[in-house]
């Protein structure tokens, strides 16, 4: 399950695991549902710990994306690096989906 903290009511960060793939990111959904349809102006996937993404985990971040984006929210990508950070470029999620180095939490 999701390590989530919320920053002055306007902005959501949810932690992710190491592995985000297959059975990680169906415990996730439902969380991505209810952020989905919060009120937060942005939301924050922090990768710190994760080591590997697959493409279910892309898919299920792109949904999340997508959900937010047609209500003027922004999503942002924490801390990517290794495998998640070179699938992520081969991929051009990155062109779409700011990676970020910190949170602004301000």
Known sequence: ??????????????SLPTDFSGLAVDGFKDQFEEVAHGKQQSVV????????????????MVFLYKRIEKKGQKLSLLNVSGQPHKLMSLLRVDKTIP???QADIA
Do not use: Q
């Open 1 to 14: 399950m999701a390590n989530n903290t919320t920053f002055s009511n306007e902005t959501k960060l949810i």
């Open 99 to 101: 990676f970020i180095e």
């Open 45 to 60: 996937l922090d990768f710190t710990s994760t080591t590997f993404i697959d493409s279910s985990g892309i898919g299920a």
